[in-house]
């Protein structure tokens, strides 16, 4: 995600503008994380591949419904 089109609950402005601390600090935690894919570097390599083959399993489950 980023800050483009986020408004700051706090000042109203555009979060990317940074007017007031909460917008600065919301901005900065989202450079920081990246995204989703932030947010998968912080897993390890076995839930990594867990999270796969859950989601494999789903897509064969929801294949064979249809």
């Known amino acids: 995600m ?3 089109r986020l408004v700051c609950a706090n000042c109203a402005a ?9 917008c600065r600090a919301s901005r900065e935690r989202l450079h920081q994380e990246g995204g989703l894919a932030g947010l998968l570097s912080g897993l390890s390599p076995v839930a ?9 399993a789903v897509a ?4 064979q419904a249809a």
Not at 48 to 56: G, K, P, R
């Open 2 to 4: 980023t800050c483009d």
């Open 60 to 63: 064969v489950l929801a294949h």
């Open 14 to 22: 555009p979060v990317s503008e940074g007017r007031c601390p909460v």
């Open 48 to 56: 990594l591949l867990a999270l796969l083959i859950v989601l494999v």
